[in-house]
């Protein structure tokens, strides 16, 4: 409700801002709305279509079938394998392309042929590949390729068949149903049944949770996917867009809003003939005049699409998408990042067909033939019904598309005025024709301006009451919190009154605070070396006392060239970090940014860091720190990083899970720290998605350092080798010992039974020793190779609640009763989906369920939730059983956790080099 509020008012402000005759001629627009039913076409990321582009780290390029109707291919773009690599004399039906390589479907042989150079695709005809076998349609997804096989005869006629090559998804998938299309996302495909309409999609979900969200009851005219959402063109009059998927929707709008790296904008409701998915966009040709529209998330820098003119075929690279303009010799033309706007060659506009052109298609003819048989044509949809103020001059034929003309008798738009009006220096008023014209046009343009000052009247009310409405609110709060606290005397946080302490419950759920560099500078006494407390890689943590008696640790960042950061970044990065509310959390009370110096306010946590105790030279602070203790520090910092993972939003993946990130406060519950540094970072190198991996050695995620795969499955592991630090006492890394990689030393260890070897030797085995046992095997869960074979948080949680009240003796371990209940946001709000299709396949079924690695979208964290007992949490946990260490270890002894070494020289063999940009972009903006 509160983001509807919220969007109300945003439109509202900016309903006012614009001018008031062009906010009426919009109101008027939306009312009338244009009815209409097309034909359509499309392509996408991967679709086919006469003209494709590839993109990737090995640069982009963009293909397209020659103008003059050979069907050879000609290719333009940095990436040199593609432009050289080309097959310029074989002739093709249609292009696709993926990360680094084009593909064609072969005239000649219906297969496909691709070239340039991808590490999961074959290049020429993809292998394996049944003989004999044809081809509709191919399309191609990042790491991988399908073609939809031509349809069949006899009994399998409402039998598909579609073939895939590439990562993860080498298979010949069988359909029930017919299949008009097929459209390859990032990692996922999806199919349009020819008869009842809806889309289908089948492949991993992981980031874009295309699968789930599908919606069920929609018919599709056609539609595309994108890296990581799909968007369908509806049936029916007025052929509207539907996206789903991670990138399309209202939260991911704020979430970017947030990192300032971009914009999302919503999907339109004009209606379209053809919509095309980049990597986290979508753009399409409008129904009526074939302007260009795009949505979904574009970086600041991204040129807009071009206006004013008509564009016949489209293709999305990642960050950009190509139109053909007709009316310039068939040059593309090319909007969004990282690529040319114009491009020096000609290609075809559209496919060429041997067939004639179905209804609601006209012929395409712009001067010369664009296909050399004399049999084939390209096919244009013909535009939807014209559009409100104009009438049909003439209908769609099948050599022409629909004509309009504005109806000058019913003008409302600025266009129709401009069309209508006559033409400069014969205003003549006293005219035969411009007294018609006038006599018509008066009272409609009366009618107008009195419908604009009411408006305008209504609007301008509304918004001085909401304003005085918001006004009195906050009087209203700041004289409740004068009143409740301290008899009335000064604000919620009283800077300038050193008597009244803040309440820090308060100051968690409100935004951070800006210090000034004096006021932090006399809290600690001039950052005197007695008042440092810890000392990190990049920053040096005082302890200080604030003006009104609030203890707060000073982070204070040493001073680095490196260090220069956007302001306006700092300050959106701090905004989002203000928002994270949580019990296990340490909370940021506030900022200081002044010339070079960067410093953070922090609550201060009285007995130091986890690392402090069970590393530092106090021997009894480790002996003080028991079973219990322990295993309570590990349960409540768990519920902290799952909350990072679930519940944030947008949520967290924090990369530097250890010890010493994990604070002890003065009851001696333990509070995650350093969360959302990674967003803190330094940014240098302009484009918002490039980072390198980021931690601290021997918490590190394999996965993440080699493959830079950055996924919530990073700070699973990182928490794995902390739980193997808490049973053990030792250090991650410690080359006193022969074996000095904890996780090498410790895992082969548990898995081979001999736990009481791991056991930290300061202290008795407890009495529960099964209990530790279990959690033992938990952290080698955690610390296996492969991310998806790792669990997630939700589930570390529930295992380490139960183990806690095992060892704590709890008759019934299913029942936890935990030392401190979280209390704010436990609740879990949405149950997370299996990955699935929503019409399986016949192969798919025995496809091996990997665990969940996947950010969810979940209510803002700034809402708290009641707090959910355990149990009823568990209940969300679908094979916790897993986790818990009662089963399968055995089984994934292979995977990893035992052989190290192995696991990591086959990592980049077995898991796809994650593309940089697409997980920053998952990391930075989810
Ligand atoms: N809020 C706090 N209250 C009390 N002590 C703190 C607080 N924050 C940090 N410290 C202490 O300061 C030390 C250094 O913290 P800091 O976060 O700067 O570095 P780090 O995480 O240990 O290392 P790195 O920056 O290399 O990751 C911590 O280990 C802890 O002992």
């Given amino acids: 409700m509160e983001i509807l509020g919220c969007l109300v008012r945003d439109f509202l402000i900016w309903f006012l801002k614009i001018n008031t005759w062009k906010a009426i001629l919009l109101l008027q627009i939306m009312i009338s709305v244009v009815l209409s039913d097309v034909w359509w076409l499309v392509s996408g990321l991967g679709s086919m279509s006469s003209i494709a582009i590839s993109y990737g780290e090995m640069g982009s390029a963009f293909c397209g079938l020659k103008s003059d109707g050979s069907h050879l291919v000609t290719c333009y773009g940095s990436n040199s394998a593609i432009t050289y690599g080309m097959p310029a004399h074989f002739p093709f039906t249609g292009l696709t392309a993926g990360d680094g390589f084009v593909c064609g479907l072969l005239m000649d042989s219906n297969q496909p042929y691709c070239w340039g150079s991808s590490g999961y695709v074959q290049m020429g005809v993809p292998q394996p590949i049944i003989e004999g076998s044809e081809y509709l349609e191919i399309s191609a997804g990042d790491y991988h390729l399908c073609g939809l096989r031509k349809p069949l005869g006899g009994r399998l006629r409402n039998t598909s068949f579609v073939d895939c090559w590439g990562y993860n998804m080498t298979k010949n998938y069988v359909f029930e149903g017919q299949i008009q299309s097929i459209s390859a996302g990032s990692e996922f495909n999806c199919g349009l049944f020819l008869q009842n309409r809806t ?184 535009s939807t019904a014209c559009p409100a103020e104009m009438y049909q001059k003439a209908e769609c034929t099948s050599t022409s598309d629909r004509e309009c003309e504005f109806n000058c008798s019913s003008c409302f738009s600025a266009d129709c005025f401009s069309n209508c009006s006559p033409p400069p220096y014969s205003n003549d008023f006293t005219g035969k024709k411009n007294g018609k014209f006038w006599s018509l046009q008066l009272p409609v343009i009366v009618a107008e301006i009195s419908f604009a000052v009411f408006l305008v009247s209504v609007v301008s009310l509304t918004a001085i009451l909401y304003v005085r409405y918001k006004l009195r609110n906050c009087q209203c709060s700041a004289i409740d919190l004068k009143s409740n606290k301290n008899g009335g005397c000064g604000s919620p946080f009283p800077k300038d009154n050193g008597k009244i302490r803040p309440d820090l419950e308060e100051l968690k759920i409100r935004r951070a605070q800006m210090f000034t560099y004096a006021e932090l500078e006399r809290a600690t006494g001039g950052f005197k070396e007695e008042s440092q407390v810890g000392k990190g890689s990049f920053s040096c943590v005082f302890k200080g006392v604030l003006k009104d008696g609030t203890v707060v640790a000073v982070k204070r960042a040493i001073m680095s060239s490196d260090m220069k950061k956007n302001s306006k970044e700092f300050h959106t990065e701090l905004d989002l970090l203000s928002r994270l509310n949580h019990a296990h959390l340490l909370n940021l009370l506030g900022y200081c940014e002044e010339g070079g110096e960067r410093l953070l306010v922090y609550e201060f946590m009285a007995h130091g860091s986890l690392h402090q105790h069970l590393h530092g030279k106090n021997k009894a602070l480790k002996e003080q720190l028991d079973w219990v203790r322990r295993v309570t520090i590990a349960v409540q910092a768990a519920r902290g990083i799952e909350y990072l993972h679930g519940y944030a939003c947008p949520p967290v993946i924090h990369r530097d899970i250890k010890s010493s990130n994990i604070l002890i406060d003065e009851e001696h519950n333990a509070r995650v720290a350093d969360f959302g540094l990674s967003l803190l970072g330094p940014a240098d190198s302009g484009s918002p998605l490039a980072e390198l991996p980021a931690g601290t050695l021997g918490y590190l995620d394999p996965e993440y350092y080699r493959l830079h795969y950055l996924t919530t499955k990073s700070d699973v592991y990182s928490f794995g080798v902390l739980l193997l630090e808490i049973l053990s006492g030792r250090k991650a890394i410690d080359m006193q010992f022969e074996e000095g990689n904890i996780v090498e030393w410790a895992v082969p260890l548990i898995k081979s039974g001999d736990i009481s070897a791991v056991l930290d030797p300061v202290l008795k085995p407890p009495s529960e020793f099964e209990a530790l046992k279990r959690i033992a095997n938990v952290a080698c869960k955690c610390v296996r190779m492969r991310g998806k074979e790792r669990p997630s948080m939700d589930k570390v949680t529930t295992a380490l609640e139960r183990a806690l009240a095992q060892l704590m003796g709890s008759p019934c371990s299913e029942q936890p009763i935990l030392p401190t209940e979280v209390v704010l946001g436990s609740s879990r709000m949405h149950k997370k989906s299996s990955q699935r299709s929503s019409n399986r396949s016949v192969s798919e079924t025995d496809a091996a369920e990997g665990e969940d690695q996947r950010f969810e979208f979940r209510a803002p964290s700034w809402i708290t939730f009641p707090s959910v007992a355990s149990s009823q949490r568990r209940k969300s946990s679908a094979s916790e059983a897993d986790v818990d260490g009662k089963n399968s270890e055995a089984r994934n002894v292979g995977n990893g956790g035992g052989g190290a070494g192995d696991g990591l020289r086959s990592l980049e063999e077995e898991i796809g080099p994650a593309s940089p940009q697409r997980s920053l972009f998952l990391q930075h903006n989810f």
């Fill in 199 to 382: 889309v289908f999609c089948w492949g991993d979900e992981t980031s874009s949770r295309v699968i789930s969200l599908i919606p069920q009851n929609m018919r599709f005219q056609n539609f595309a996917a994108g890296g990581y959402h799909v968007c369908g063109i509806l049936e029916g009059v007025n052929s509207r867009v539907f996206c789903w998927g991670r990138s399309m929707n209202i939260e991911e709008k704020i979430s970017v809003a947030y990192s300032g790296q971009g914009n999302v904008d919503l999907a339109p409701s004009d209606p379209m003939l053809m919509v095309v998915g980049g990597k986290f966009h979508a753009c399409g040709i409008k129904s009526y005049g074939r302007g260009v529209i795009c949505w979904g998330f574009h970086l600041q820098t991204s040129t807009p699409p071009p206006s004013g003119i008509k564009v016949y075929e489209m293709a999305a690279g990642d960050y950009f998408t190509c139109g053909i303009q007709v009316e310039t010799s068939l040059q593309p033309v090319c909007w969004g990042s990282g690529f040319p706007s114009a491009l020096p060659l000609a290609v075809s506009p559209g496919l060429c067909k041997s067939s004639p052109c179905a209804p609601g298609f006209y012929e395409f003819n712009h001067g010369n033939a664009p296909c050399k048989s004399p049999n084939s044509r390209v096919c244009m949809p013909c």
